[in-house]
């Protein structure tokens, strides 16, 4: 079967400390730290989903800073985004009523967000539990958006679509609670990744 491959932008939003930066490494490098560092602005990375009928998505992976003092920022990563995750943290209840926040947010600066439905999925950046299936349903539903915006594309200007997802750590364990509280502090994040998957 021919492969084709297509390449998406996303954005990856939530609260400080929910596990933006843990997802999106475990997905692109595999790796898991537990006293990984707060993002510094936002960071980039890449990785390619497999998908079952011979096709794969090449997602281009925007990491937001979770930090109130960088939220200014975010509008600029949103920008030519198909899809967007909202992260909470299923052991911070705070993280999770500010999901409403996110997608108000997404909606005003993305119009085509407006429309668009959400899909849960609960996940761990830990273990890996349901972070293949995370991207590999966000890049369906990015294909499938594309292939309708072809149909429509004469009516219409605007050429992306989004779905927002919202995610939660499936390993929790009472002890995340207090490795929460105590990961608190910030440090510089790394710039560059060793594997050279850093795509910006
Ligand atoms: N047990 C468990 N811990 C996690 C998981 N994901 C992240 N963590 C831990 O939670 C803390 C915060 O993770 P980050 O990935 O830095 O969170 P973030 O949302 O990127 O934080 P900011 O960059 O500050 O916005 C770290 O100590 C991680 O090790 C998970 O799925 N399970
Ligand atoms: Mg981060």
Redesign the pocket.
Known sequence: MEQKTQASKIVVL?E????????TVRFCMGQ????????LDASCLENTVNLPNGQQMRLTIW?T???ERYHALNPVYYRGAEGALI?YDITDMDSFTKVNTWIKELRKYLPYARGVGSEHIS????TGAGVIELFSNLSKKIISAQSNKKEEAPKKKMNTRGVLKVNG?A?F?PQ?NV??QS?RT?TKAKKKDKDGKKCC
């Open positions: 939530g400080a400390r929910v596990g933006k930066t843990s997802l898991f730290d537990d006293n990984q560092k707060s993002t990491d800073a979770g930090q992260v996940t761990s950046a830990k750590y390993d364990d995340m490795q929460l990961n910030s």
